[in-house]
């Protein structure tokens, strides 16, 4: 059998969120009990709690929700990339090393430990460039380990506003710490929400 290697982070109530944004919370709509025979619950929280992929509609008022969204580019050929001495802004020499016959989704791992527990208010995110050169390289889909593909304060969103204008789909929150450099098969479909601006993942990558 195939190894895998499971990229998605546990999601509970201690998962971060960006500031302002739903935590996670779960209630018990029914118990196992005497005179019910099944536990039933109910969630409550942000579709980009965890490893999640985004859907135009989160940064296009016009755009596609997620459960719209061709699978196609969610599942295949991947390159996972490390960049972990990157700066503020994932850069096109910070990948250089691992461009070569680059299949269609790239994973870029920037932390040498995924944050848990916490918030990072200072995560590294894609230079807009480093976005558009990607597609040009024929790139479909890019995810990163950090819970944004832009600056965790940023406003314009430059590297989300490429990702609309060149047609590419994205995951964020991915847990790579035990993922060697590599290539891989990606498999993270997100789910069918009809009117959602993103859907939580199982993302797990399989060797090939």
């Known amino acids: 059998m195939k190894k895998l290697w499971d990229i998605s982070p546990p999601v509970d109530a201690s998962s971060p969120v960006f500031p302002g944004d739903t935590p996670y919370r779960q209630q018990w709509a029914a118990t196992l009990s005497a005179d019910c025979p099944v536990n039933v619950s109910a969630l409550h929280l942000s579709p980009h709690v965890g490893a999640h992929a985004d ?37 096109m020499a910070d ?16 932390y040498t430990q995924f944050p848990l527990q916490s918030f990072d208010a200072k995560l ?12 040009d390289l024929g790139v479909k889909l890019i995810g990163i380990d950090s819970a944004s593909i ?8 430059p ?9 590419l789909r994205v995951l964020e929150n991915l ?34």
């Not at 990606?186 to 859907?199: C, E, G, M, R, V």
Request: hydrophobic share 45%; with cysteine; glycine share 6%.
């Open 150 to 157: 832009d600056p965790a304060d940023s406003k314009a969103l």
């Open 175 to 208: 847990l790579l710490d035990a993922v060697p450099e590599g290539d891989y098969e990606l498999i993270a479909l997100p789910l069918k929400l009809s009117t959602a601006d993103a859907s939580p993942v199982r993302a797990v990558l399989r060797e090939l």
């Open 55 to 91: 859907a135009p509609l989160h940064y296009d008022p016009q755009g596609d929700a997620v459960g719209a969204l061709d699978l196609a580019p969610f599942l295949g050929h991947c390159r996972v990339i490390y960049a972990l001495t990157a700066g503020p802004l994932v850069l």
């Open 95 to 110: 990948l250089a090393h691992a461009l070569a016959d680059l299949p269609e989704r790239v994973l870029v791992r920037t």
């Open 124 to 135: 590294t995110a894609f230079h807009p460039d480093t976005v558009h050169h990607l597609a």
């Open 159 to 167: 590297s989300h506003q490429v990702i609309r204008l060149r047609g």
